[in-house]
């Protein structure tokens, strides 16, 4: 009997071709009109599919309202992408779609579009209450910059309290709107708050918020405190330098003016030298605990916990030196090993520069081991060892968290060329990591046998407040690599405070 059914090899069965589902057309079309901006015929799909009894999914009604919220910013297409875009929404919630953070955000936009800030507000505050809907800072941006921009500046500061119990941390836009409406109602104080905001948020201002704080500086006399110059000055240290926090100090007008700081970081327009700013006592602390943690978690408890007693009871020294970093320098090549010549002329320029104070050198006990067996490095191990300049790492650990800890917690230098980007470096983040590693790394070379260390900057770039009262802002503009600074003195209270120095 034979088979009725037929192959053709020269034409191989082919998976045959599904045409998409309506509801698949209907996203495709909507993203193609995304991408277009074109929110008539996205409108005009909408209605289709609506008519049609499609079933509209999260992605669906998204794609409209971001288009709707982009189209809001042009007057042309502002009006129709109001009406349609909360009549989208509406149908949302109606078709119990559950939005998400993106939805917020675009019905916020369209809110805010027709300067309607409460309505923005409200409706992150009710999606997080009914839906669980998690605001991003993007989500809340609408809401404050409305207020801010129609000098609502209560409603203003109840959205920032909001945003901190989601647990979001404001960045430079949001300071600068909450710093320009503080100024623009006569906050006085909430202009020194945000100032204060900015300072610990980022390192350089851009032109925008530079311009802001100018503009108050060069329009305000501001009454400030008299305070105890002991006082300041023992705050601005207990603070790492750079700011003491106690409010406005002094009276009369300010002084404002565009500059530049010299290379030792003496403002060329004042005269006031500039601090190389480090982190706060608490800070520090922190750190110095989340070091211990970490290295706990990952060494022998005991072996770290051995290294933390010694460490208080030999608090002495003012730099950390990571010696296999240093020995093991430049050695990538036939005859390279650890150079102990390397690692002696560290610990010798150290000593000399400290004023004869020993460095503390932290070496792994297998690499000190190998040094102590070799005749010709002996006599100097011992020499070191008797200065107290040596910490043996036990077997099996790893020296970066005892060379880390021991900078952090003694608050000294930290000689090493490893830039800690290690994915045990990650985990104690980034917030006051680079700023701690600025004021306290020391890098170094070797140009033909010569030691060359290259110390911490005599000053930070970021925005500093000085004992006088006076404040010292950078500037980046776009384009420019090179800062200019703002410097804000009030000539009478540096008058006084020179003389009474």
Known sequence: MSNTTSTNPSK???????????????????????????????????????????????????????????????????????????????????????????????????????????????????????????????????????????????????????????????????????????????????????????????????????????????????????????????????????????????????????????????????????????????????????????????????????FQDWLEKNANYEAIVDGANIGLYQQNFTEGGFSVPQLDAVVKKLYERSGNKWPLVILHNKRLRSLWENPSHRNLVEEWNEKGVLYMTPHGSNDDWYWLYAAVKLRCLLVTNDEMRDHIFELLGSNFFLKWKERHQVHYTFVKGNLKLQMPPPYSSVIQESEKGSWHVPILFKGNSSQTWLCITRPNVCESRDEAQ
Request: glycine share 6%; with cysteine.
């Open 12 to 306: 191989p069965n082919k998976k045959r071709k599904t045409n998409p589902n309506p509801e698949t057309n209907f996203l495709i079309n909507l993203q193609s009109c995304t991408k277009s901006k074109d929110l008539t015929t996205a409108i005009s799909l909408y209605e289709s599919a609506l008519s049609q009894n499609l079933r509209l999914s999260l992605h669906h009604f998204n794609a409209l309202l971001y288009l709707c919220s982009d189209s809001a910013t042009d007057p042309s297409s502002k009006d129709s992408a109001l009406r349609h875009g909360f009549r989208v929404f509406d149908q949302m919630l109606s078709n119990n779609v559950i939005p998400n953070e993106a939805s917020v955000t675009s019905v916020a936009r369209l809110a805010a579009s027709k300067n309607d800030g409460d309505c923005a507000f409200e409706l992150i505050k009710r999606m997080n209450n009914e839906f669980n809907v998690v605001p991003r800072l993007r989500t809340y941006d609408p809401a404050l910059f409305c207020f801010c921009e129609n000098l609502e500046a209560e409603k203003a500061y109840e959205v920032e309290e909001h945003m901190g119990l989601m647990g979001l941390s404001l960045e430079q836009q949001e300071i600068a709107a909450l710093l320009k409406v503080s100024a623009e109602t006569g906050r006085v104080e909430k202009v020194y708050q945000y100032l204060q905001k900015l300072r610990s948020t980022v390192r350089c201002v851009n032109e925008e918020t530079g311009t802001i704080i100018e503009d108050w500086f060069s329009g305000q006399k501001v009454n400030g405190v008299s305070c105890d110059l002991g006082l300041v000055k023992n705050a601005v240290l207990k603070n790492g330098g750079g700011w003491h926090g106690l409010g406005w100090i002094g009276q009369g007008k300010w002084v404002v003016k565009r500059g530049s700081v010299d290379e030792s970081g003496k403002c060329c327009s004042c005269g006031d030298q500039l601090a190389c700013v480090d982190i706060d006592d608490a800070e520090t602390e922190r750190f110095a605990q989340s070091v211990a943690a970490l290295a706990m978690e990952r060494e022998v408890k005991a072996n770290f916990s051995e």
